[in-house]
């Protein structure tokens, strides 16, 4: 090779990459995603049918209660396991809340009864008979230790006084069934109740045993409604909607969320757990729907964070105040649970597991004192994971070279040019043909093809030239291609069938592109109509 093709090319240390060929973008994820990826959900249980509420304890260690058919369910938080059940209903079970204190338990029915229960001994210590129909929600005040209030399908909400089992007033404004209700963080003697009238009312023992203070419009029947942690917001789930308004403005709507395909059925407050300088930008809104999605919901930047889909529809959503714990309960008696990977729960696993066989903790063995006379003494740290803060300092990976790439490192062009055609691979010769390009020596390789080699070539083109992805690069190439070697061409049968059939799909094209011109001018004048309408 002449010292003069030498200098005026660039010697190839890497493969030829296709410049036609999208690359994928690696995605990045934010710390808040990865989050809420470390709750793994877990099948942890199956229960009988349908959970229909999902309550943690205020206290630690923040167990959950879970009702379902005739029974509530109380699951530790720590090993997601049962640990006690109350079936003391004699109908489907609907509601449930933990006192503030975590003592007492409340639930409700279908057959309109509501009993509060001793957490620790599973007893009925009060039975609250009033409503006339069943009770889909029971909810105590935030701190109030001495009240309940109920909501159910006679549209009649009841505040109680557990102690004496009465019911100190009929709050009446809704016109259908009452399903869910919140009470406010900021007054115990404040609440909302949801229906299926599609309203959401907020109400004040207080002002008035009434009437309600605000009633909102929700659009759909209203499935579960949240005070959010200011207490100045509250959350409405009704159709496939999430909406959020704003209470003391009076009920204006400030975002309507339609993440969901199917009904939501459930929403709950979730905390994130990472460290920020506004506490309030912690907090989410967890949404599930039938549609089988958990959503969560950055109502301070309007965007949703994270998804995840479970195999079945959702009823029930329910996160622990430690922020350790995520529960969702399906409409087939499914219980996922997610628990949070932390150092301290890896480290509590381990000692249970170590008291469980006997022994205690588990005490590692003494390592064994490297000396330079040991092989490992050479390799040793190789396989050690760095730490946050290192500065890594990677291996460069060995490229493995296609055959073309290493005759283009050698500068064999023609070489690498039949390599590539032969290699029947579109994306490899268009690349290879643009890197001649680029060294100016494609026509070259093409002027010394042999008759067998220049046929590989008009082979290619009759088949590529006309493809929207190649076509800038070919079909120039094929006019080159027919003055460069016409003597050859007209000399060979099989190099003219070649040249007939590139005519004849060129003249194709031509006439496709001269049709789609002609509908392109009769679409633009409409579409131009269209837009000034």
Known sequence: ??????????????????????????????????????F?????????SSITSLAFSPTSPHDFAATHSATVTIFSSKTLEPKSTIASFKDTATS????????????????????????????????????SRPVHFVSYPRVDKLHLFSGGDDSIVKYWDVSSETSICNLIGHKDYVRCGDGSPASDDMFITGSYDHTVRVWDVRVSKIASMLSINHGAPVEDVIYLPSGGLIAT??????????????????????????????????????????????????????????????????KITSSTRFPSSLMSVAFSPDCNTRVVGSANGVLYAGKRKTNENIESVESEWGKHIGFGAIEEPEKRIL?????????????????????????????????????????????????????KNPENVVAVMEELVSRKKLLKCVSNLGVDELGLLMGFLQKYC??????????VLVKKVVEHRIDDIS??????????????????????QESLQEIQGIISPLLKTAGRR
């Not at 006309?466 to 079909?475: K, Q």
Request: glycine fraction near 8%; proline fraction near 4%.
């Open 40 to 48: 793994r959900p877990k099948q942890t249980q199956t229960l009988v």
């Open 371 to 423: 000396r330079p006379s040991y092989f490992r003494y050479f390799h040793r740290g190789q396989n050690e994971k760095p730490s946050k803060g290192d500065y890594l300092i990677m291996r460069p990976k060995r490229l493995k070279l296609a055959e073309h790439d290493k005759l283009l490192k050698k500068f064999l062009h023609k070489e690498a040019l039949v390599s590539a055609l032969k290699a």
């Open 491 to 512: 000399g060979s049968d099989e190099l003219k069938g070649y040249v007939r059939n590139l005519k004849r799909l060129i003249v194709e094209e031509i006439r496709i």
């Open 1 to 38: 090779m002449a010292v003069g093709d030498r200098s005026e090319a660039i010697v190839k240390t890497f493969a030829v990459k296709p410049k036609l060929k999208p690359t994928n973008k690696k995605s990045t994820s934010s710390p808040e995603s990865k989050y809420w990826k470390s």
């Open 96 to 131: 449930a809340c933990f006192r503030s204190d975590g003592q007492l338990l409340a639930a409700g029915s279908y057959s309109g009864q509501i009993q509060v229960f001793d957490v620790k001994k599973r007893s009925v210590l009060r039975r609250l008979p009033g409503h």
């Open 466 to 475: 006309t493809m929207p992805r190649y076509a800038g690069v070919l079909i």
């Open 237 to 302: 789930a009704g159709g496939n909607i999430v909406k959020i308004w704003d209470v003391i403005g009076g009920g204006k709507l400030l975002h309507s969320m339609e993440s969901h395909n199917k009904t939501v059925t459930s929403i709950c407050v979730g905390k994130t757990g990472i460290n920020s300088v506004n506490s309030t930008n912690q907090y989410r809104i967890l949404s599930v729907s039938l549609d089988g999605y958990l959503k969560v919901f950055n109502y301070s930047t309007l």
